[in-house]
Structures are given as structure tokens and as C-alpha cells.
């Protein structure tokens, strides 16, 4: 049986814990509504680019690009895009999971975010890289990933490039994905833009040669490593529209459940209490009774 | 009459989605002008001024380097950077204009040096776009 005090105190330390799950609440539901209106922009963009670049690959004729080789596959490189912090709920957790899924061996992995790297060295797995992003995802911080991706591939180092994020889908829900970035060779068929929307119609229809000014080579040459930095870029902004979405649910699950806790020892404070009052005063009537 | 259906997206939003009867647009060798039932083309874009017809008017835009996708039908601009003639603050853009020269003084990164000459061509593309349209 608890003291009074003892649930006194316990009273307070889980007062002072949802205090903190709150503040954070409010933190990441500011931070959410930025990355969410950011990844939302991103969208068209990402999308008209797809719609573009398969368009212009399937136009193009002849003409092919180190970048579009299609090999078979010996090792394959992987791009995990996780958060640095956790509580986060299971974001990181369900996307790991799709992870260890698929992981068929040889594969190097290319971390963005600190939670993916432990995961890496804790289940001993090759760490090709690691790389940091910021809260806000800068353009060249994608740039200097899927740099390092391409080159990889151009090397011969690996024969295919995934990418392995949490698409973002609303606040509540928040979906892990693993999406093929390198050869580009295939992503004509697919149209895998990222709202998943359904631009494969009208690509059918646009299978249509094109007229390149100045040449198919250069402007190609420069449209493709583009393309593919700006989807790595449009990744990170859905992860981290993800990430805060998770944590502001998670934050603001934990707020619940330390009030619904603090009611309940409220409650048996209230009653210990009681009892030992009726207690006392039993003992003194009974003792004047004794005396009497 | 047959319209072309003008997009002009950059990574942070839609700019401009509007049917119009033809495009000017600034093409790495040289203007373009693009009226429907055009043919297939794909070229890249430089920074510069893009202007759409419609109904007799004339928009236009500053925009910055990108790629340009042209179908019988629709004109797709993919740029980084791209603002309405009449959204244009010139006093903002001179802003950037100078901090962006006074960064190019400094030592800097090859990657960031590409940043700030992009900043400062935005800039450049503003004012002159401004200027133009009131001078």
C-alpha cells in the first residue's frame, strides 16, 4: 500500500513529464505544418519533371546515357532516409522493418539521419555513407547525396540505386517506401512520381519524338542528374513532413495518457487520504471511549 | 482558336497554369516563340523573361534557368526561380542583388559559389525584367 506521499510524488514527476510531451507537441505541430506545406509544394514539380523526363527518354530515340544503363544487378546501393531523433512513434521502426525486408545481402547502405546509421552498425551492415540534413532540407544537401549515388553507379561499384523514406500521406498516416532511383532506364514505364498520381495515361499518349535544341546528349546530360537531385531532394521533404507529423501524434498521445494518469492517482490520492482521516478519527473516539 | 496550356512550376509551387494563345520564352540559343500545334521540342531554358499572350495580353515573368518541354499543346517550364512581372519588388531584388556580390568576394565553396552566382542571376533577371516592363 502506497503512502500518501508516494503517490504525492508520483503525481508531480508525471506532471512534469507531460509538461514536457506538450511543449513538444506544440514544437513539432509548428515544425509539421511547415514541412508539410513544403512537401506539398514540392509536388508538381516533382511530378511535371517526371512527366517530362519519361516523355523525353521515350522520345529520344537512340540516345542513351551512362545513367540509364540497365545492368544486371550484383550489388545494389541503398539510400535510407530515417530522422535523427526518435519519439517519433514507429516511424522509424516500420520503415527499418521495410528495410531489413527486402535485404537480400550486398547491399551498401547511404544514410541520411542518425537513427538509419544505428540501425546499420547494430545489425553490422555495410555502411557505404552517412550524411546529416537539416530540419529544413537544403536543396545541396540532396545534391551531395544522390551525387555521391551517381557516382557509385557510374563506377560500376553498384548496379542499382533504391531509395527507402516515409512517403508522407496525412498527419495520421505516414507510409514507408522503397522506390528504384538508379538505372533511370526504367523509370519511363513506372512514372513513379511521388503523389502517386495517375500521370501514366497521358504518358502513353506523349510517346512522341522530340525536337532536343541544342542536342538530345546535352540537354539530356543535364535534365537527368537534375532530375535525380531533385528527387532525392523531394524524399527528404516527405520524410520530414512524416517525421513531424509522427512526432506531434506521438507527442500528443503521450500528453493524453499522463493526464488520464495523473486523474487516476488524483482519484486514489483522494480516497488514501480520506481513509486515514476516518482512521484517525476512529482511533480517538475509540481511545476516548477507552479512557471515558 | 486552338490555346496552348502554359505551366510554369519551380520547387516551391505552382507559378503559373493558364491557357494562353502563344509563349516568348528564352531558350539557351535563343528566343523562342511558341504558338500551338507546335512541334515535339525539349530544349533548356536560360534566365530571362518569359511572356504569354492571352486575349490580346500580354504576362510576363522573370524566370531563371530550368528545362522547357513543348508539346502541340502545352508548353511545361521546369525552373528554379520564377516571379510575375507585377510581384516583382525591386527593392528586394536590388537587396539580394548586393548581398549576393558582396558573398562573391568572399572564399568560398565550389557548390556555394554556384548558389550565390544563381542568387545573384535571379536577382539580375528581376530587375531587368522590372525595368524593362517600365521603362
Do not use: W
Amino acid at each position: 500500500m502506497p503512502s500518501t506521499r508516494d503517490i504525492r510524488r508520483r503525481i508531480k514527476s508525471v506532471k512534469s513529464t507531460a509538461q514536457i510531451t506538450k511543449a513538444m507537441q506544440m514544437v513539432a505541430s509548428a515544425k509539421m505544418r511547415k514541412a508539410q506545406l513544403a512537401a506539398l509544394a514540392g509536388r508538381p514539380y516533382a511530378a511535371l519533371m517526371n512527366e517530362v523526363l519519361a516523355a523525353a527518354t521515350a522520345g529520344a530515340g537512340e540516345f542513351s546515357h551512362p545513367l540509364m544503363e540497365v545492368r544486371p544487378v550484383r550489388k545494389r546501393a541503398l539510400i535510407l532516409i530515417t530522422t535523427d531523433k526518435g519519439l517519433c512513434g514507429a516511424l522509424n521502426t516500420n520503415l527499418l522493418r521495410e528495410v531489413a525486408r527486402v535485404d537480400k545481402g550486398s547491399v551498401a547502405y547511404v544514410c541520411a539521419g542518425k537513427k538509419g546509421a544505428q540501425f546499420i552498425a547494430r545489425t553490422k551492415r555495410e555502411l557505404a555513407a552517412e550524411f546529416t540534413y537539416r530540419d529544413t532540407p537544403q536543396f545541396a544537401e540532396a545534391r551531395a547525396i544522390s551525387r555521391f549515388a551517381q557516382e557509385l553507379f557510374l563506377k560500376g561499384d553498384v548496379d542499382a540505386v533504391d531509395v527507402a523514406f516515409t512517403n508522407f500521406i496525412s498527419t495520421l498516416a505516414q507510409k514507408p517506401e522503397i522506390r528504384q532511383l538508379l538505372p533511370l532506364g526504367e523509370i519511363k514505364a513506372v512514372s513513379a512520381d511521388v503523389t502517386g498520381d495517375s500521370a501514366a495515361a497521358d504518358l502513353e499518349a506523349a510517346k512522341q519524338e522530340y525536337l532536343f535544341e541544342p542536342a538530345p546528349g546535352e540537354v539530356l546530360g543535364n535534365l537527368l542528374p537534375h532530375y535525380l537531385n531533385y528527387q532525392v531532394y523531394q524524399f527528404l521533404q516527405e520524410a520530414k513532413a512524416s517525421e513531424h507529423s509522427a512526432r506531434m501524434v506521438a507527442m500528443k498521445n503521450a500528453t493524453d495518457n499522463a493526464k488520464q494518469i495523473i486523474k487516476d492517482l488524483t482519484l486514489e490520492y483522494n480516497k488514501l487520504r480520506q481513509a486515514n482521516i476516518t482512521k484517525e478519527l476512529l482511533e480517538i473516539t475509540t481511545a476516548q471511549m477507552a479512557m471515558g | 482558336m486552338a490555346t496552348l496550356k502554359l505551366e510554369i512550376v519551380t520547387p516551391e509551387a505552382k507559378i503559373y497554369s493558364e491557357d494562353v494563345d502563344s509563349v516568348t520564352l528564352p531558350g539557351v540559343e535563343g528566343e523562342l516563340g511558341i504558338y500551338p500545334m507546335h512541334i515535339p521540342l525539349m530544349t533548356q531554358l536560360a534566365a530571362g523573361e518569359v511572356c504569354a499572350r492571352k486575349s490580346g495580353e500580354d504576362h510576363f515573368l522573370a524566370v531563371g534557368e530550368g528545362f522547357v518541354e513543348v508539346t502541340g499543346e502545352r508548353v511545361a517550364i521546369l525552373t528554379d526561380m520564377a516571379i510575375k512581372a507585377d510581384d516583382i519588388d525591386e527593392a528586394k531584388a536590388e537587396e539580394a542583388r548586393r548581398r549576393a556580390e558582396a558573398r562573391l568576394q568572399d572564399k568560398l565553396g565550389a557548390d556555394e559559389h554556384a548558389t550565390v552566382q544563381a542568387a545573384l542571376l535571379h536577382s539580375l533577371t528581376q530587375l531587368n525584367v522590372k525595368r524593362r516592363r517600365r521603362g
